[in-house]
């Protein structure tokens, strides 16, 4: 079987990938080439693809799928309903939604500033578009626990890619840059990992 298309798809579908894995409902990526491989892997995992001719959108069922393209296309300010649909929480949402579409490069930025120590390190986003992170989204406030929660699972599962993928390197980046900030106890993931997947 054939892998994820790394070569062309973004450093931060790696943590798409693993916020998918951990448990959300879909990810959306851009995907500027390889669309075919894409597609070959996401059925390979029991996943849907939708792809607009820019994003491609994973979920686990072609309707949902269809619904996140449906939203991002709205001319309508849609930003909460998204975030939902990806799985967010909806307290980031809501202020994502706040600050409006032209407003979420800001609060990145943001929240790319805190000083973040313990396990709220584990919400740093500052590493994203590198595709060192745990979270796809902007954490609503350095003390968002649903993030923290999601941030903690998506570790769970880096850590277990870095010990078992074919082709380490990925996960084994996120789990050391965040290893130190909680204990990780092993998690099973909502759809299995094989070593020939999109671990190269």
Not at 10 to 31: C, N, Q, T
Not at 38 to 49: D, E, N, T
Not at 145 to 156: G, N
Request: charged letters at 20%; hydrophobic letters at 40%.
């Amino acid at each position: 079987m054939t892998g994820f298309p790394w070569r062309t798809a973004p450093p931060s579908a790696a943590v798409d990938l693993l916020g998918l894995a951990a448990g959300r409902s879909a990810i959306r990526f851009r995907l500027p080439g390889d669309v075919d491989l894409a597609q070959q892997c996401a059925h390979a995992h029991g996943l849907s693809m939708e792809y607009d001719g820019t994003y491609a959108v994973w979920s686990r069922s072609e309707a949902h799928g269809r619904r996140v393209m449906q939203v991002d296309r709205s001319r309508t300010p849609h930003v909460a309903e998204l975030g939902d649909l990806l799985g967010y929480p909806s307290c980031c949402t809501n202020a994502a939604q706040a600050s409006g579409e032209a407003g979420i490069d800001a609060l990145a930025a943001a929240a790319s500033r805190w000083r973040l120590s313990g396990e709220r390190a584990l919400l740093d986003i500052s590493e994203y578009s590198g595709g060192v992170a745990l979270l796809s989204h902007v954490p609503c406030g350095p003390d968002c626990l649903e993030s923290v929660a999601q941030a903690r699972a998506a570790l769970a599962v880096a850590a277990r890619l870095a010990s078992t993928a074919a082709n380490p390197g990925r996960w084994q980046a996120i789990a050391t840059r965040f290893r130190d900030h909680t204990p990780v106890s092993p998690v099973r993931t909502t759809f299995p990992f094989s070593r020939t997947s999109f671990h190269k």
